[in-house]
């Protein structure tokens, strides 16, 4: 299923994005976002937004759906 088939505002090129970079992690710039965020998820999911500049609005739609999902199990 796509994510556009679930209502989401999410394009193609976007989801293109951030599978050509999912392997492009700069960890060092998720280190020096840690330490500013004191956040490690988020300093990840900021990092990948660098990585992928035109998936960064959505980027954090996964992160709260998979926890919606996990805590109304």
């Known amino acids: 299923m796509k994510f556009q088939e679930l209502g989401l505002q999410i ?3 976007q989801i293109a994005e951030m ?17 500013k965020l004191r956040h490690d998820v988020m ?3 900021h990092t990948f937004g660098v ?5 960064s609005p ?3 739609l996964g992160k709260k ?3 919606n999902a996990l805590t109304n199990i």
């Open 11 to 13: 394009t193609d090129a």
């Open 19 to 35: 599978e050509s970079k999912v392997d492009d992690i700069d960890f060092a710039l998720a280190a020096e976002n840690e330490k």
């Open 43 to 45: 300093a990840h999911v």
């Open 51 to 55: 990585a992928a500049p035109s998936a």
């Open 58 to 60: 959505i980027i954090h």
């Open 65 to 67: 759906s998979v926890i």
